[in-house]
């Protein structure tokens, strides 16, 4: 599969100078993604830094026990664990200022067409009130039959609102459609198609927060990608995603079947350390995203560089706890070590 019109990330190769590179020994590793560092060779005014040791970047919320956000912890009351063995925090900081990046993914099956008008209104809004310009970015995808990215990373809010708008409730009876993802196959809701090709052709080479606001039931027919590998690419892409659950149960009993899709939307969430957000009436959609608004207002960055050193590709698991006291911490549940 391939999203049509998909973010183009160049890479470069920098040669830097030796004056410099005190600098960029000390800042190696900082929290933008994975970093390291090697000791540099010289040859006259010129040096090569070579990137060898891996950081683990871990976004953090708190809540005490009555679901309020806590957001004046200090880096000593954190504890982080990888498979068990504790790790020392070498990277802490609170309300971060990290740029961040949005994949907003609209579900346009048939089961949202009462429900889809007040997604988008309450979408607007909420990146009207959380992106800031010429830092955050944000791409729209809709899916249903197919998958179509709608709108590329951008910060011109004109452009999502207008991208966002223009979503469209897929019709079984035929209706205009935009371009199909080649190879999609037939079927209801690619919602498992989704998730895996914005975690590997939009959200991978981008750099910060990374966060996926899900907007669907969580009903999936006829994805060509299983869940579970959905999963592992979001994962690997250091997504976090968010659900926000606008369901219309009456749909699926008027066409003859029962309503079923939490449990994806729930482990697509808790496994990247984002949440399901329920909105059992469409009205309530505002005060959804709100919640989203605060969260991402309120997150705590832990990096970390990994006691276990070997890069076998495998999966790592990630716990975070908070002392002296009695807190739920979200965070996601682990991550995949570089194989190289």
């Not at 209104?121 to 809709?142: G, N, S, W, Y």
């Not at 998958?147 to 409730?169: G, H, K, M, P």
């Not at 994962?235 to 309503?259: E, N, T």
Request: neutral net charge; aromatic residues 8%.
């Amino acid at each position: 599969m391939k999203l049509v019109g998909s973010h183009r990330i160049a890479t470069f190769v920098a040669v830097i100078p030796a004056a410099l590179l005190g600098v960029l020994l000390l800042y190696a590793g900082q929290p933008d993604g994975i970093a390291g560092q090697q000791a540099p060779s010289t040859a006259g005014d010129v040096a090569t830094l070579k990137v060898t040791t891996e950081v683990v970047n871990v976004y953090s919320i708190v809540r005490e026990k009555k679901g309020r956000l806590i957001a004046d912890l200090k880096e000593d009351d954190f504890q982080l664990f990888e498979d068990g063995a504790p790790q020392t925090i070498r990277y802490f900081s609170r309300e971060t200022d990290t740029p961040l990046t949005i994949g907003m993914l609209i579900d346009t099956s048939p089961s949202q067409v009462r429900v889809l008008g007040v997604e988008q209104q309450e979408a607007d809004r909420f990146l009207r009130q959380v992106m800031r310009p010429q830092k955050d970015l944000t791409c729209v995808i809709q899916f249903d039959t197919e998958v179509e990215l709608i709108q590329d990373f951008t910060d011109n809010l004109s452009y999502l609102t207008r991208a966002i708008d223009s979503t469209v409730v897929h019709s079984p009876a035929g209706g205009p459609l935009p371009a199909p993802v080649p190879g999609s196959s037939v079927g209801g809701t690619h919602l498992y198609d989704a998730v895996y090709l914005a975690a590997t052709q939009m959200m991978k080479g981008q750099v910060g927060r990374k966060v996926i606001i899900l907007l669907s039931d969580g009903v999936d027919q006829g994805s060509t990608i299983e869940r579970d590998r959905a999963v592992e690419a979001a994962q690997k892409a250091d997504l976090i995603i968010y659900s926000v659950d606008v369901s219309d149960p009456s749909f699926y009993w008027g066409h003859g079947g029962g309503f079923a899709g939490g449990s994806s939307l729930k482990r697509f969430s808790e496994e990247t350390g984002g949440r399901v957000i329920h909105v059992d009436r469409p009205e309530k959609t505002a005060a959804a995203f709100q919640e989203l608004a605060d969260e991402l207002r309120t997150q705590y960055l832990l990096g970390y560089s990994p006691t276990n050193t070997r890069r076998d590709g495998s999966f790592r698991k990630i716990r975070v706890n908070v002392r002296g006291g009695s807190y739920k911490v979200q965070a996601r549940n682990g991550y995949y070590a570089s194989s190289r």
